[in-house]
């Protein structure tokens, strides 16, 4: 059984979610609830849950701080949030879990049923520290990403990230030591998750760590050679915001 606080700063909202837990999540309790970054903190030192449900903006800080100030951080985050493309790129860096709001039943038994799958594989949390981690590294080329693999999923540091290409409905990561990895994701969701670092797409199929260009060839869009002796095209349309880049 998961033990399960919930913080929000709206009694309305922790009722709501109270509720759907109680009759649509199996094997969850919850055991605590709470409604500002204080009163949460407290819940979680005293209660030592498996999982919180974070509302991410509140008064008087928000869910980010609230992770900012424990000084130990062992359980799973579902982020519940209405809108922030800040949390949602530093969320995804970490696959973390999070429902938007109004939430949708569907959404939230998802999220409960992945973090119950992991704890009963290992019995402790990896994506929240993850992202405490991410949050208190200021040098953002060594934050580091969670690359969700059929098996689990694999750390590796943004700064060791070459270029990401499309196949279809994956995406595949090319690194710095000459491995690659298939990840079951979008190249448009990491195009979205690491919009806030030096990537850029260039082409419908490519994204690339400007870090590791090492030569621009002239064209309708030319092409750049990567550090690691690939080429890759630039369409035609991107050719101007890549050159601005190195302006």
């Known amino acids: 059984m998961?033990?399960?606080i919930l913080i929000d700063d709206e009694q309305a909202s922790r009722d709501t979610l109270a509720n759907y837990i109680e009759n649509y999540c199996t094997g969850v309790q919850v055991i605590g609830t709470a409604g500002s970054v204080k009163e949460g903190i407290l819940s979680i030192e005293n209660g030592h849950p498996d999982v919180v449900f974070l509302d991410i903006e509140m008064p008087f800080g928000n869910g980010f701080d609230l992770l900012d100030q424990l000084e130990e951080v062992n359980f799973e985050t579902v982020f519940v949030t209405a809108y922030s493309n800040y949390a949602i790129q530093a969320i995804n860096c970490s696959a973390a879990y999070y429902?938007?709001?109004?939430?949708?039943?569907?959404e939230l038994v998802q999220a409960v049923e992945k973090i119950k799958s992991?704890?009963?594989?290992?019995?402790?949390?990896f994506h929240t520290p993850l992202l405490v981690d991410n949050l208190n590294t200021q040098d953002k080329l060594l934050h580091?990403?969670?690359?969700?693999?059929?098996?689990?999923?694999?750390?590796?540091?943004?700064?060791?990230?070459?270029?990401?290409?499309?196949?279809?409905?994956?995406?595949?990561?090319?690194?710095?030591?000459?491995?690659?990895?298939?990840?079951?994701?979008?190249?448009?969701?990491?195009?979205?998750?690491?919009?806030?670092?030096?990537?850029l797409r260039i082409h419908?199929?490519?994204?690339?760590?400007?870090?590791?260009?090492?030569?621009?060839?002239?064209?309708?869009?030319?092409?750049?050679?990567?550090?690691?002796?690939?080429?890759?095209?630039?369409?035609?349309?991107?050719?101007?915001?890549?050159?601005?880049k190195f302006n």
């Open 144 to 199: 580091k990403i969670a690359l969700p693999l059929m098996d689990g999923f694999e750390v590796v540091q943004v700064k060791d990230i070459i270029r990401i290409a499309a196949e279809d409905n994956f995406t595949k990561f090319f690194l710095v030591d000459g491995s690659n990895r298939l990840i079951c994701r979008t190249l448009k969701f990491y195009e979205e998750t690491l919009g806030n670092f030096d990537f």
């Open 204 to 244: 419908k199929s490519h994204m690339i760590n400007l870090q590791y260009i090492k030569k621009y060839t002239k064209g309708k869009g030319g092409f750049v050679t990567m550090t690691d002796g690939s080429s890759v095209d630039v369409a035609a349309t991107k050719k101007k915001v890549l050159l601005e």
């Open 118 to 125: 992991q704890f009963l594989k290992d019995k402790k949390a």
């Open 99 to 106: 429902i938007l709001k109004p939430i949708d039943i569907d």
């Open 2 to 4: 998961l033990k399960a």
